[in-house]
């Protein structure tokens, strides 16, 4: 399968996480339907506008001009200050929801982040159906609306999540370039700015196609190397890969929404196996080991329930994650529709750190289920324990995946018994 790039765009970011915020809180107004902006004062008529609402861009407001001019266009226009807390909190609860689909994810600012769909395309009817997972899911549980750009190539799909917005799915492949892309102004092509745009503008260059068919070397001459960089993105080349980052050490989940909603235990226990994996994975990359797992489960009817359990010693293996992971679910199921399924891995330590022994000596886990009722239960599990075996084997695993791809080698599920 060839490479496939997601570009997920949150539509008028610092707009939008301010207008869910005053809804959350009462608002009757949503900023997002009226002109409206977030930045500067009214009445000092000071700053620039940061972000706008589509109605507000109707009066021919833009981003970075000066609320007295953005005033000027529309004496009734909603003015916001800026609130970087809440676009802090809005911006990692986007991310992590990215990190609980796949390892693979790059932000590319609070608002925006490349994610890599070729590994996780197995898990999905096409690259379409898992941006409309993500665009729902984002808009369901957070109330924010994403654009999402889908490409073989990332430069193609950061453009394709700037077509018609909000809320929409856009695909720009190398081989939709001359249909989709050539006939845009060169102003719309990805890091050229306005001075470029009229650089090219006067050299007789209005079309991304047209510069796309101009020779290098005239670029080059007037824009320097910038002339390549965008003779290239209008050509769609661009062969750079998705740079991940690692996240805080608080805690290291996944979670999935499944296809089709799971009725069984075997399945069930597959998709956890799959994330337990990953969150292995993800410890040992990070150099640490967890003292607590916690598995969710969200039902059909979008209510959501997990489990949580200290573990009597710090573990990391995806067999151990597992075997933990298994005894929480069947505490928690309930025997409904499931369609998300998540594990995470918190209270982490580092290998040499000493830990306190748990008052449960006799080889049990002390674990509680809260949910989103804030129910509270006690309860018990088999104390799982990692086996120098396991870390051996899994150790030569992630050896030969590092050396010869993800693919080229798998383990075997454990029983579901």
């Known amino acids: 399968m060839d490479k496939i790039f997601f570009h997920i765009d949150v539509n008028s970011a610092f707009l939008s996480w301010t207008a869910v915020d005053k809804l959350n809180n009462g608002a009757t107004v949503d900023l997002r339907e009226v002109p409206s902006i977030i930045g500067g004062d009214r009445a000092t008529r000071h700053g620039i506008v940061t972000a706008k609402s589509i109605p507000a861009k109707r009066f021919g407001i833009e981003t970075a001009e000066p609320v007295a001019s953005a005033l000027k266009k529309c004496p009734n226009l909603l003015i916001e200050s800026p609130n970087f807390k809440l676009y802090s909190h809005m911006s990692r609860l986007f991310k992590d929801y990215l990190y609980s689909l796949t390892d693979d994810v790059e932000p590319a600012s609070i608002d925006e982040c490349y994610m890599y769909y070729t590994p996780i395309a197995h898990l999905y009817e096409s690259p379409e159906a898992c941006a409309a997972m993500i665009r729902h899911h984002i808009y369901t549980e957070f109330g924010f609306t994403v654009n999402v750009g889908i490409s073989d190539r990332k430069v193609l799909a950061k453009m394709a999540s700037d077509f018609s917005k909000p809320d929409k799915t856009h695909t720009l492949y190398s081989y939709e370039i001359k249909q989709k892309l050539w006939p845009l102004p060169v102003r719309d092509l990805f890091l050229c700015g306005k001075s470029a745009a009229a650089t090219l503008n006067k050299l007789g260059i209005f079309t991304i ?97 997990s489990h949580q359990c200290a573990t009597e010693s710090p573990i990391e293996t995806a067999a151990a994650l597992h075997t933990v992971s298994m005894s929480l679910f069947d505490k928690l199921w309930n025997g409904d529709p499931i369609r998300l399924l998540g594990v995470r891995a918190s209270k982490l330590v580092k290998p040499d750190e000493p830990y ?62």
């Open 209 to 305: 196609g047209e510069l796309a068919q101009t020779d290098p070397a005239i670029l080059t001459s007037h824009l320097k190397s910038h002339g390549i960089t965008l003779w290239e993105f209008a050509n769609g080349i661009d062969d750079s890969g998705i740079v991940t980052e690692p996240q805080e050490a608080k805690g290291i989940g996944n979670s999935t929404t499944v296809a089709h909603d799971i009725t069984e235990r075997a399945p069930a226990s597959d998709v956890l196996f799959s994330l337990c994996e990953s969150v292995s994975k993800r410890l040992h990359d990070a150099g640490f080991l967890a003292m607590q797992v916690t598995v969710e489960i969200k039902y059909s009817d979008f209510k959501s329930f």
């Open 356 to 417: 306190q022994l748990s008052l449960f000596s006799e080889g049990y886990l002390s674990h509680d289920a809260r949910d989103t009722d804030g129910a509270h239960s006690q309860d018990t599990a088999p104390l799982t324990v990692d086996s120098e075996k396991n870390k051996k084997l899994e150790a030569a695993l992630r050896s030969i995946r590092d050396r010869y791809g993800k693919d080229s080698i798998t383990k075997g599920k454990p029983g579901r018994g």
